[in-house]
């Protein structure tokens, strides 16, 4: 599910909001590469979940912790409060119970972290207009192979976050890997997300 | 020359003998003066001692892991699938080392050998041994060949709990517990399972209460039953079905009680091959071993409090077809591993094989234990 989005531009923005010595759950944590980065960079401890074969087998050949499983049947291996932050990065919009999900992830974790490709970006809503469904870096699958269900916009994620009990800490917004000031759900490709239970 | 074995495979193998003298408290209470454990090995232990891995066997099988006899191409080891050069478990970089369990019939000290009390068989009177006393064993053993701390030690099912049981009794002597197919105890399910065969054994008019050595005869017939029961539950109802299916052997039926069905067929033929080799006192303890199996019940049924010494890192597979150790008995495992904190990667394999798919070549599988092997062999290199 995370292949999402190939160059990880959100890598660094994540890095730079894990303490050091943290531990970190990576919820859909592909071949593991974000969780070994962390590792390198910050010396956290943790896991990852992932349920396709070929990930978990990548999670194993990268020395990431991968415990293999549907994130969508809940966390129910992990205890309420056992993590400093449970990531999701490009994941979110391939869940189907996205509510459900990011309850669980503060459930277990004092801090969620989540990455999703802005929908809003001005790429995505000319190819839109244009009469197609958007392909990028960022979203670079075909309408009919996409793993992704609820896709959104920066918008979207925030009222969703307003309404459900989610207390937003910190936002930086990405295109081609530089911060974006201005007019966000419009010029930032990616949105990277530091949230708490409110 | 065509030897007819595989080219990646160890090769001929030499069972070896270690005899310890040094008295042992089972968890029974009972004592063994003396025993032997019969062992093999492949591969070289290096010059520091740190890439030994233990292979725990299951119910069934022996230290005859890896590898074939001489004179005897088609005595394969039972792992021979995942143990050898170049493979899984590559005895290239690692020294491998197989052991016949205390109690076993394949050498090692069990109910066939001599009682030195009595000058005759033990018979029923070796004690009921368990998961933690072949630990036990094993540890001895390992200190007989100079290894402190392995690299790994790996099993399946049964072996499987020993790899577990070894991660918290000896924490600081596992880097790392490969746990395939296992479960942290036996359901009362399973219990039943193993009920049915010891009774199938036990009630054979040649049992003679276990001292069929002194009568010229062995309960065949119970230990046929036995096996088939077992057999039963190491295959999935989809691999039975499609092995099997209604197939008939003679394309009719015959309105009579011979074999008919070709499962009938398979698990007549499983239960003879096993009477022929195995003996029926050692799978009495085999099977209770398993029953026995129960390390959360020493902390008020708390399997995380149970693991909690284990320092060691792991990984736990389990199969998805695997109705006999479920995956959630593997996810039990792992819930109690992460509430430790420990290091610990889990893999649920999509095999269609049932319990015995621990045994057999899935690439998924191997693949994986390949990779994790892989990582060890660098941090002893």
């Known amino acids: ?198 | 020359m065509d030897t007819g074995i595989a080219p990646r495979s160890v090769g001929i193998v030499t069972p070896q003998t270690a005899k310890f003298t040094e008295p042992l408290r089972l968890s029974s209470g009972a004592v063994i003066d003396a025993y032997e454990l019969v062992y093999e090995t492949y591969g070289r232990l290096n010059a520091d001692r740190s890439n030994a891995v233990l292979v725990c066997h299951a119910l069934n099988a022996s230290h005859h892991v890896a590898g074939h006899y001489a004179g005897d191409p088609a005595s394969a080891g039972w792992w021979d699938n995942m143990i050898g050069p170049g493979k899984p478990l590559d005895t290239e970089r690692f020294f491998v080392i197989g052991v016949n369990n205390l109690g076993g019939c394949h050498g090692s000290t069990g109910p066939q050998s001599t009682n030195p009390a009595t000058g005759k068989p033990w018979g029923a009177d070796f004690p009921v041994v368990t998961v933690e006393d072949w630990v036990a064993t094993q540890a001895r053993l390992a200190d007989r060949l100079g290894i402190r701390q392995f690299a790994a030690v790996m099993g399946g099912s049964l072996g499987a709990m020993q790899a577990l049981a070894w991660s918290y009794h000896f924490p600081d002597r596992v880097r790392h517990a490969i746990v395939i197919a296992c479960a942290p105890n036996l359901s009362a399910q399973n219990i039943a399972f193993n009920e049915v065969a010891r009774q199938a054994i036990i009630t054979d008019p040649d049992f003679h209460e276990g001292h069929y050595y002194g009568y010229a005869t062995r309960p065949t017939r119970g230990l046929r039953v036995a096996r088939m029961i077992g057999h039963i539950t190491y295959l999935s109802d989809d691999e039975m079905a499609s092995k099997f299916g209604r197939q008939l052997k003679n394309g009719k039926l015959g309105y009579s009680f011979e074999t008919e069905f070709e499962i009938e067929s398979y698990l007549r033929h499983q239960g003879r091959k096993f009477s022929d080799y195995f003996d029926a006192n050692t799978y009495l303890r085999i099977t209770k071993a398993l029953d026995y199996f129960d390390p959360a019940s020493a902390h008020g049924g708390n399997l995380a409090a149970a693991l909690a010494p284990a320092r060691a890192h792991f990984l736990v597979v389990s199969f998805t077809t695997d109705w006999r150790f479920s995956s959630q008995r593997s996810r039990e495992i792992v819930k109690a591993l992460l509430d430790n904190r420990c290091e610990v990667s889990y893999a649920e394999i999509n095999a269609p094989h049932g319990h015995d798919a621990f045994l057999l070549e899935d690439p998924r599988y191997h693949r994986l234990v390949a990779a994790y092997f892989d990582r060890v062999g660098r941090e002893v290199e």
Request: charged share 20%; with cysteine; proline share 3%.
């Open chain 1, 1 to 198: 599910m995370s292949r999402n989005g190939l160059k990880r531009a959100d890598f660094d923005a994540i890095a730079e909001w894990i303490r050091p010595g943290a531990r970190v759950l990576d919820l859909g944590c592909g071949d593991g590469v974000l969780l070994k980065y962390l590792k390198g960079a910050r010396g956290v401890s943790g896991y990852g979940v992932e349920i396709d074969d070929d990930d978990v087998l990548g999670c194993v050949t990268n020395g990431v912790n991968v415990i293999q499983s549907d994130l969508e049947r809940g966390l129910t291996e992990f205890e309420t409060g056992s993590f400093d932050h449970v990531i999701l990065s490009q994941t979110l919009q391939a869940v189907k119970n996205s509510e459900r999900v990011i309850n669980d992830m503060l459930r277990v974790g004092r801090e969620g972290i989540v990455t999703f490709p802005n929908f809003g970006y001005w790429k995505n809503r000319l190819q839109v207009l244009g009469g197609h469904m958007p392909v990028s870096d960022n979203l670079p699958y075909q309408w009919h192979d996409t793993p992704n269900v609820h896709l959104c916009t920066i918008s979207d994620f925030e009222n969703f976050c307003a309404g459900h009990g989610v207390k937003i800490l910190e936002r930086k917004v990405l295109t081609n890997a530089k911060a974006v000031s201005a007019l966000p759900n419009l010029l930032g490709a990616l949105a990277v997300y530091r949230f708490q239970r409110a």
